[in-house]
């Protein structure tokens, strides 16, 4: 359908109703209605508690220097939610060799400062529950007053500062992949701390970085958002019913365009995660060479490696990654356990030190991590710019939806006018015949059925009656689709 299809069924709907409701008794319909004009189809905000960010994007955090403030800011400037990663960020420090744990301490607490100097939109961290220093740098996210913290690679459970994190406002969301993982650390919180959740990030198999599923599942249709999505936002039905809230999922995974994002609401989540098409930005904080590799990959390089952590994760397999498949092993000093689960003898590489190279432009001494969609990238934009262009996109595929629904819904309507035109002459028809019946009846009485006659008009009437409710009840559903558009749009 093309861009005038919304406009062709919105005016055919205005015709209708406008003719319907001059007729008895839906008068009233009409002068409800009359006022309201063509939609926006502008981004619907996305609302995590008294959380509000414009435009429903979250940046995903992207680990060892490559979210900071410089990103982040960005895209909370612009109305989305700007996402600094905590692991490896003490890489950017001096001292990270000496005292790791301190330096990552030390840089996360500057870079929210940054980014909260920057900008007064939504900030928040991603810290990985399976690094050593999970619980401080949780520490340092609450005392700078993040708004929101995103738990992956592993389930936040266990020993978290609840009534701490409620106290300063900050809102949780942990990343998983599955409906399963998302009852489970919702019930066991719910055990544990009597709370829950904030909200869901799904991070689907088309991710890049280091991903939940295994080699196996990310071709598999089941593990896709189009089969998870609805299943994690039925998973937490139960708990928003309890906790009386509304629990957004926030899914992401190769979601590249405008028309990607209006798909991925259609599913039910509230908002998408995006971390591909924010490398590509000037304001990335990694070095250009990274951002180059995006522009210039093809979509044979991208693969997927085994990373040293014991998860599989998708990046552009170049010949540092094929060395290390094959053996190579770089020599490397582990500064400190940064991952509780890596063992540092058995890698090898360090994917810390690797990734860092990457994040410097030194690619040939790393590798970089992309989404499976990062082929597609052609350009290096301002975040600005790609949140317009985002927000075209959405525009166009909402429209384009919402008219094809519009359309099939007037189509119903006219049909459903069509049978009361029917039901108005039958009733007519009746009408004259009893006329006729009576005049016969006074003169031959007894001979015409005029109680049959009766009883048919009355039965004709009522389905009448019944489908005019019903008529006025789909021009009704019509238009709450139109003006819940509407209501759900703050600006792009
Ligand atoms: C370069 C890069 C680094 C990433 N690092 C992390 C990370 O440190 N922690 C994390 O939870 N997710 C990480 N991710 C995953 C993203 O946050 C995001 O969920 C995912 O990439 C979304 O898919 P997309 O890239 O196709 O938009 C990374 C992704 C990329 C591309």
Redesign the pocket.
Known sequence: MNLSGIDSALSNLRKLTEEFSQSLPFKGLWETIRHLSAPNFTWPELRIGNLVARIPIV??????G??LSGLAAAVAEAGGIG?I?A??IGLLEKDYYQDGRAANLRALRKEIRKAREKTEGVIGV?I?VALDDFHQLLDVTIEEKADIV?M??GLPIKDLPVAKMRESGIKVAP?VSSARATDMIFRMWKKIYQDVPDAV?F??P?????LGFTEEQLEDPNFQLEHLVPQIVDALVPYEKEFGRSIPVIA?????TGEDIHAVLSLGASA????????ATDECD?DQKFKQAYVDCTKEQIGIIKSPVGMPG?AIRNEFIIDAENGKRPTFKCAWQCLASCKADDANYCISIA?NNARRGNINHGF???????YRVNSIVPVASLMNELGEGYRVAARETIGQRLAGMVAKIQELLREQEGLGARVKEIALAYEKALTSHIRDLGRVPLEQLRLQYEAVLATLSDLQFQIAEAIADSWALVTQQRNMVKAV
């Open positions: 940046q995903g955090g992207m680990g060892v490559i979210s996402v990663a692991n490896g991603n990985m995103f992956g690679a990343i990030v991070e689907g088309m991710a890049g970085g280091h992401g995974g190769g979601v590249y998408v995660q995006m971390a591909t098409r924010f490398v990694a998708r990734l970089v991590f992309v989404g499976a969609n990062a």
